[in-house]
């Protein structure tokens, strides 16, 4: 059974750093891409970050270019997220997902979510 487990979040000041961490099981993990997304209240769930599998190429939402920074652990089976200078705009629930496409057929796990809030 698969499972992918985030920590980390929580309550932190304009400006402030958080470091996400999404631990997965269950999969063999240096196979999947790995992703983190976001859904505000009220908002649809957007992709803010990809880890991908082929050289480690990183992909970033231009909304947090320059002050996040996603990097993976095949050994230990964990994607990170580093959020640095946050913004009140940044609060959400942060969710980690692991994908795989291959054949035609694809592979979406999703973990249960870690809320970040942005406050002074």
């Known amino acids: 059974q698969v499972q992918l487990v985030e920590s980390g979040g929580g309550l932190v000041q304009p400006g402030g750093s958080l470091r996400l961490s999404c631990a997965a099981s269950g999969l063999t993990f240096s196979r999947y891409a790995m992703s983190w997304y976001r859904q505000a209240p009220g908002k649809e769930r957007e992709l803010v970050a990809t880890?991908?599998?082929?050289?480690?190429?990183?992909n970033y939402d231009d909304s947090v270019k320059g002050r996040f920074t996603i990097s993976r652990d095949n050994a230990k089976n964990t994607v990170y997220l580093q959020m640095n200078s946050l913004k009140p705009e940044d609060t959400a629930v942060y969710y980690c997902n692991a994908r795989l496409a291959m054949w035609g057929q694809r592979w979406d796990y999703w973990g249960q979510g870690t809320q970040v809030t942005v406050s002074s």
């Open positions: 880890a991908t599998t082929v050289a480690e190429i990183t």
